[in-house]
């Protein structure tokens, strides 16, 4: 075993730079492409989920025109409100306001009364939906929702910009 071990030793120390020196330097370069390799994954998944949370609060954005319009359509046609599709806009317009929160802190500063139309839009919106009763008040519905497609739209644009430019 000493002679394996001195052996070792001799090939460590030989040549003009020692073969420790290259075992250290390999060693090194190994530890800096694995953390290098760590942060870079770290960077695409923080990436990816806001991406994904931007990406999420768009498609819940549409999906309230697609409910809004099936909403007032009923309630013409049946000359009353029907409470499933009222909560489900209620529902949309809550999901709505708390991924505004999850995106909120990628929006730049400059931009940020942007979201704070739409999130006031949002809360518009509600009170809104509330006081529907039947036809006669689908006039100041259809206003607030008008007005929130104007935010929305403003926000898209804000929105397409943190998502890299791909579109949505």
Known sequence: MKKATGAVCNWLKST??????????LLAGALVTTGGS???????RAEDLRSAQVLALIDSMTQF???AVAFSSEVQ???HVPIDARNALTRNLGEQFARLNLVEPYIPVEQKQILERYRQSILKMQGTLQAVEGPEQLGPFFADASRLLVARNRLNAVL????GGRPT
């Open 16 to 25: 003009d730079t020692p073969r420790w020196w290259l075992v250290l330097m």
């Open 38 to 44: 760590y942060l870079m994954d770290g960077y695409k």
């Open 65 to 67: 025109y697609v409910q």
């Open 77 to 79: 046609q049946t000359k």
């Open 160 to 163: 397409l910009t943190l998502n």
